[in-house]
């Protein structure tokens, strides 16, 4: 005969330990939901902290225990002419005529060549209005305007 080995049985303690843990685990669900429910800060408060973990928080979802945000008299924007766009403007020199200078924009969407007829362009970010052309196989944006961001203050 090969000896083997009986199983065990839990014991009384360790089975009293399981099911006053899982009591614990229930009695803190229920007094968790009805806080969820009854009290508006406490939900505005887990409803922050899940949307922080699973994506950007709704302005509505924000905590109301943080202290607000004090409000700063902003300077309101001048109304947003449509054919701006801004874009980091790098010079890359004279056209062929010399009445004009090649640019390399870089916005949002990417770098594109453009062409700007007139004095030469400092290289910064600035809004740009023109329209866009293809000329001997090249196409780009020719500016009609060019309109430099204020320094920072």
Same mark, same amino acid.
Request: proline content about 10%; hydrophobic content about 40%; overall charge positive.
């Given at each position: 005969?090969?000896?083997?080995?009986?199983?065990?049985?839990?014991?009384?303690?360790?089975?009293?330990?399981?099911?006053?843990?899982?009591?614990?685990?229930?009695?803190?669900?229920?007094?968790?939901?009805?806080?969820?429910?009854?009290?508006?800060?406490?939900?505005?408060?887990?409803?922050?902290?899940?949307?922080?973990?699973?994506?950007?928080?709704?302005?509505?979802?924000?905590?109301?225990?943080?202290?607000?945000?004090?409000?700063?008299?902003?300077?309101?924007?001048?109304? /947003?002419?449509?054919?701006?766009? =801004?874009?980091?403007?790098?010079?890359? &020199? $004279?056209?062929? %005529?010399?009445? #004009?200078?090649?640019?390399?924009?870089?916005?949002?969407?990417?770098?594109?060549?453009?062409?700007? /007829?007139?004095?030469?362009?400092? =290289?910064?970010?600035?809004?740009?209005? &023109? $329209?866009?052309? %293809?000329?001997? #196989?090249?196409?780009?944006?020719?500016?009609?305007?060019?309109?430099?961001?204020?320094?920072?203050?």
């Amino acid at each position: 005969p090969t000896p083997t080995i009986a199983p065990e049985k839990p014991s009384i303690a360790s089975l009293a330990g399981r099911i006053i843990f899982f009591l614990l685990v229930i009695v803190a669900g229920v007094v968790g939901f009805v806080l969820f429910k009854a009290n508006p800060k406490f939900r505005s408060l887990i409803k922050g902290v899940l949307s922080s973990k699973i994506g950007p928080a709704s302005p509505s979802a924000t905590p109301s225990a943080q202290a607000p945000t004090p409000q700063v008299p902003a300077v309101q924007p001048v109304a /947003k002419d449509p054919n701006l766009q =801004e874009y980091y403007i790098k010079n890359q &020199g $004279a056209d062929e %005529t010399k009445t #004009g200078f090649w640019l390399e924009l870089t916005g949002d969407t990417g770098k594109i060549l453009g062409h700007y /007829k007139g004095a030469e362009i400092k =290289e910064s970010f600035a809004q740009v209005k &023109g $329209a866009m052309k %293809t000329e001997n #196989g090249k196409t780009f944006l020719e500016i009609s305007e060019v309109i430099y961001e204020p320094p920072a203050a």
